[in-house]
């Protein structure tokens, strides 16, 4: 009596079908151009449906930032400080009109002026925190997870510390000892600056030294010790490379929470002194007295930026995440041959 062997439980053609959808788009993306193979570029080029909307929105409220930051001298009226012009005074309160298209504020602000000065502000205090957040995380983590040992033992029970601490209060007291709570434009920025790289530091390195130990183990790391290949050139040609896959979705969290960290920062009193430089939290800050008497612009569009800024990195840095995991990927759909021939 002769056995057959038992189906596999599964969908095995399911399996085969997803990859031969992926083939054309890797042998596509294989043959283009060098510039649209660049993150965000050959993402949307992936993207379909409401992946495809989301990225979009994304990206453009993220240019929208930047070219804003950029761009703020020529498309302020105003400086961020000023509160007058050749006709005289601006007036405090004073409702939106052609003169002043957001109104102005309790000390005379123009509200428009200083929603765009803030951009620059924002984007600074983003631009640091991350980029050294990042650096410092992702060394320590190749480091920790190759190497091993007590010294793994050590920044892993750190990182677990520090991480522990809230990051509010880290900024605040960043701020006091840094400039004694009230500072100029780069005061400022640096006290938001480090302590977001001190809090978000974890994250990166929990994140890359959990891939490093597990490349580690790989055979192509093992073949490249065997033929005496040098730590150095293993840690930054095999293993930096294939671990730093999963960071655009914290590296654009940690942006939109930097934003969110420097405005709490201005709201609490913290923050940059109105005087040298624009910031949106302490915008926020002077007009909750104006929304108890009616007084809405001078709250609103502060308010209205700060959601917009982080909406737009949030956006982009989740959509990046499902189209680099081939389960959350929405795919195209294939037209059938005898839809095709209709």
């Known amino acids: 009596m002769t056995l057959s062997n038992p189906e596999p439980v599964g969908d095995g053609n399911a399996a085969g079908t997803d990859l031969a959808a992926e083939a054309p788009v890797v042998a596509e993306t294989a043959r283009s151009p060098w510039y649209l193979r660049l993150p965000v570029l050959s993402h949307l080029r992936r993207s379909v449906g409401l992946q495809r909307g989301m990225l979009i929105t994304g990206v453009v409220l993220v240019a929208g930032l930047l070219l804003t930051a950029l761009f703020a001298p020529l498309l302020a009226p105003y400086g961020f400080a000023a509160t007058s012009d050749a006709a005289g005074p601006f007036g405090t309160q004073r409702p939106p009109s052609a003169a002043h298209p957001l109104g102005t504020t309790v000390t005379g602000f123009d509200v428009l002026s200083r929603v765009i000065w803030g951009t620059r502000t924002a984007v600074a205090v983003m631009v640091c925190a991350v980029a050294a957040s990042l650096f410092v995380g992702v060394a320590l983590g190749l480091l920790s997870g190759y190497i091993g040992g007590w ?3 050590v920044l892993v029970m750190l990182a677990d ?11 605040i007291v960043m701020s006091i000892v840094i400039s004694g709570g009230q500072s100029d434009a780069w005061g400022g920025i640096l006290a938001a600056a480090l302590s977001i790289t001190v809090v978000f530091v974890p994250q990166y390195f929990r994140v890359i030294r959990a891939e490093v130990v597990r490349l580690k183990a790989e055979p192509f790391v093992e073949a490249a010790k065997v033929v005496g290949t040098g730590h150095r050139r293993i840690m930054g040609t095999h293993l930096l490379r294939n671990a730093t896959r999963t960071l655009p979705l914290i590296f654009t969290l940690n942006a939109s929470e930097s934003i969110l960290t420097l405005a709490a920062l201005g709201f609490l009193g913290f923050g940059i002194e109105p005087t040298s430089a624009s910031e949106w939290g302490y915008d926020l800050n002077r007009a909750m007295s104006d929304a108890t008497s009616g007084i809405w612009w001078t709250g609103l569009f502060p308010g209205l ?15 990046v995440n499902d189209l680099n995991d081939p389960r959350l990927r929405t795919r195209r759909r294939r037209r059938s041959p005898r839809r095709a021939r209709a």
């Open 151 to 153: 010294l793994d033992r």
């Open 161 to 171: 510390a520090i991480y522990a601490f809230p990051s509010l209060l880290l900024a």
């Open 305 to 319: 930026a700060i959601v917009l800024a982080v909406l737009g990195v949030t956006l982009v840095g989740e959509s």
